[in-house]
């Protein structure tokens, strides 16, 4: 085997379905809650998990789409933000064969439908005649769509942070309004649960859409997993990932476990850095676990790591980054909390002092960019933190050692966050 750190970055750029998913049993009770409640009143709502990239929130859709469907209560289709403004996309997301365009549509209903539905629909469409579809609207397709249906609807949408691109178009935005509003409000005709994960962000960009809140029970911030799933998520990968079965002994299991959680903070994302790489390497080799995880894993765990880092990162400036990892290292250890002033105040002085000739980015523009790749995230208004633990350390490792932007003397950040 290589010692090529790069061969684990598929592994941790992966996202999507966890092979072995564990935890978030308080989210799923509430979840599981809200699909009995809107299945008994024929209703729906809005149901939204944001949390930093890594936290894991394409999985828990996958997750919870699948378990919702295992009832036999749901179908499940997953949507896209395009669903949501065109029809074409919506009918493609629901595998609505009917839909194809407006003349065919009117025909076939017109004999299955009747007449009231035609008036209806003729009334929308005038309504919104000159708009760039050419067929019904998103929310008459739903309603269509629900009113055919005998169980319930369940969509997933992830990224709904991507919503805020939307704004500015004016049909657009009132084409996902629309839908959103025939949901959340349960006037769909039918069950149908919109389960939504998004940036730590989204519901601020709900918020644009015309939801200025979900019902209580709806909004679920995710953060790290709790000891014992991520353990169970390791032991998971070890034994049934690496296919170790009945050769497993306990306690060098157990130093396994130790060891990578050692270095994953129950960071889901991080986990899948290290996880199935150990998987990966018992596979091939097919024996007898070694006392200790081999350090290729760690190793290749740890680039996996910083690939993510990095791949955040990516589109900010360094001057931001330093004074960043600056603001960190003077907090105490492992409270990268700052209140948004703070951070624009060492983002001006940073852009001040690093280049005065070069058209760079503003502050507030910086800050932006940090939620949006998830880099920072709003704890409380106008609060803000550096959502993934890990990532404290790593920034001021990387960045902290800088001049002082107080007082321009140079300082490691290092040994400052290291000292407290
Ligand atoms: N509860 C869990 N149990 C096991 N594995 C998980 C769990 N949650 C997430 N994972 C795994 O961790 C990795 C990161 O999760 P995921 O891609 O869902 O994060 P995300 O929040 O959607 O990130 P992003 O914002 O970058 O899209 C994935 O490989 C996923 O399979
Ligand atoms: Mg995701």
Excluded at 115 to 144: C, F, H, Q, V
Aim: positive net charge; hydrophobic residues 40%; charged residues 25%.
């Amino acid at each position: 085997m290589t010692n090529n750190p790069h061969t684990s970055l598929g592994a941790a750029m992966d996202g999507g379905r966890a092979r072995y998913f564990h935890g978030r049993d308080e989210v799923w009770d509430k979840f599981q809650s809200i699909l009995k409640s809107a299945w008994r009143a024929r209703g729906g709502t809005v149901f939204l998990v944001q949390g930093p990239p890594g936290a894991g929130k394409t999985a828990i859709l996958h997750e919870f789409a699948d378990r919702a469907a295992q009832t036999g209560l749901w179908d499940h289709r997953r949507i896209e933000i395009a669903s949501l403004h065109d029809s074409r996309d919506l009918a493609d997301a629901l595998g609505d064969q009917s839909y194809s365009d407006r003349t065919s549509f009117l025909t076939e209903t017109a004999t299955t439908k009747g007449a009231d539905y035609i008036a209806n629909y003729r009334r929308e469409m005038r309504r919104s005649e000159g708009k760039e579809r050419s067929g019904p609207t998103p929310k008459m397709l739903l309603r269509w769509y629900v009113a055919g249906m005998k169980k319930g609807l369940l969509l997933t949408l992830d990224e709904v942070q991507n919503l805020s691109a939307h704004k500015a178009s004016l049909d657009r935005r009132t084409a996902i309004m629309d839908v959103l509003d025939i949901i959340r409000n349960a006037t769909a005709g039918g069950p149908v649960v919109l389960l939504a994960g998004g940036l730590g962000n989204s519901m601020s960009v709900l918020g644009d859409f015309g939801m200025s809140r979900l019902f209580s029970d709806c909004l679920h911030n995710i953060g790290v997993l709790d000891v014992a799933a991520e353990r169970n998520v390791i032991r998971d990968w070890i034994v049934k990932g690496g296919e170790i079965g009945s050769k497993v002994r306990t306690h060098i299991l157990n130093r396994w476990i130790d060891t990578i959680a050692a270095e994953t903070d129950g960071w889901p994302q991080h986990i899948h850095c290290f996880a199935p790489e150990a998987a990966q390497w018992l596979r091939r080799r097919g024996s007898l676990m070694p006392d200790t995880v081999p350090e290729v894993v760690m190793e290749r765990g740890r680039a996996g790591k910083h690939a993510y880092y990095a791949q955040r990162i990516s589109s900010l400036e360094e001057h931001h980054l330093c004074a960043l990892a600056t603001l960190i290292a003077s907090r105490p250890l492992g409270a990268a909390m700052f209140t948004q002033m703070a951070l624009h105040r060492v983002f001006r002085a940073a852009t001040k002092k690093h280049d005065l000739d070069k058209e760079m980015m503003s502050p507030v523009q910086a800050i932006q960019v940090a939620i949006r790749k998830g880099v920072l995230a709003a704890i409380a208004p106008r609060r803000l933190s550096v959502p993934i633990p890990s990532m404290h350390n790593w920034l001021v490792d990387t960045y902290g050692n800088v001049e002082d932007l107080n007082h321009g003397r140079v300082r490691s950040g290092r040994d400052e966050y290291r000292g407290r």
